[in-house]
């Protein structure tokens, strides 16, 4: 089939969000993308509470899914299949969106597509942009700080991870410290604005090791007992800027590293590198990030920020590129809270311990 138009359905973590995207001749349209947030019912906790994002994944799913369909000015005739997120994510919520499309290949005899929302993220910059395969990703989001080499769905090949917390994670946990609210990312960057960050002087984890991997914890306890001491908003800006740009440097450097081991022996016409995840959308980020891969003739490519944060359309475009390949999935395909894209990776290099389910993304 030349031509495929895919629901894609995204329910693992604090968003229901539902999309319809075209695939045509390799080029991704998206005629909808809807998402509910749930961030003010988690705001109160200061970070998602599994069985509220469950419950408000019930309340918001079908709603969710017709707005798209509408949107799209589609019935559900015209999809060619249901792509569902599967994990890795809060099972709670990921069964609610896999079961809704579970439901709905079922009933309309379409090919379920059972998405890594990981794998969702890998390809969220070829909704917008022409992008083609293979690429260096680094994804980097409340869940996940990832490098990896994206061939094409079903392709990935993880070069590092983070050994603690994902950026975001680390993000919102600073922010927390500072007395910023839910979702902290955001907030931070704000507040870093037109802040001094040499006034602060914070660790700069693993700089300078051989490998590709991540590691936010030393930072995040050195932040939150410098601002403990914060005496006034000019500091507390500062602060601000300074774990802003020792996060920045230390995506940078790492991403560095992997564009030279990327780069050995491509081609350059295959010198391109991705930066996707909620954590894409900090501009600091992605100017410091741009500024590494002009020094390598690497192409840069940041999705637009609606597409760097949870989204369905991303799911549906996944989905549609293993429909063409003819990768479907049986009607009783798990939910999988862990599952990483680059299973060898991860069983060989086990920086998460696996665990009684498995390895961790
Ligand atoms: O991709 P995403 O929406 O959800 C996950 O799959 O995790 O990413 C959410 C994360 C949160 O940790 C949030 O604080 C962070 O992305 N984030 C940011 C910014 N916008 C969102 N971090 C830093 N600067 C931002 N502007
Ligand atoms: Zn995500």
Known sequence: MSCLTVLGIETSCDETAAAVVRLEGGRAEVLSSVVASQVAAHAPYGGVVPEIA?????????GTIRA??????LGVQALDGIAATAGPGLVGGVMVGLSAGKAMALALG??????NHLEGHAVSARLADDVPYPFLLLLVSGGHCQLLVVEGVGACRRLGTT???AAGEAFDKIAASLGLPYPGGPALERLAEGGEPARFTLPRMLLGRKDCDFSFSGLKTAAARLAEGVRNEAERRDLAAAVQAAIADQLAERSARAMDLYAAGRPAAQLRFVVAGG?????AIRTRLKAETDRRAFSFFAPPLAYCTDNAAMIALAGAERL???LTDPLDAPARPRWPLDAEAALAQPIHKAGRKGAKA
């Open 54 to 62: 469950a419950r408000s994944h019930v309340e918001a799913i079908d």
């Open 68 to 73: 798209a369909l509408r949107q799209a000015g």
């Open 110 to 115: 379409r090919p379920l597509i059972a998405v």
């Open 163 to 165: 050994i603690d917390d």
């Open 279 to 283: 954590v894409a959308a900090n501009a």
């Open 324 to 326: 063409a390949l003819g």
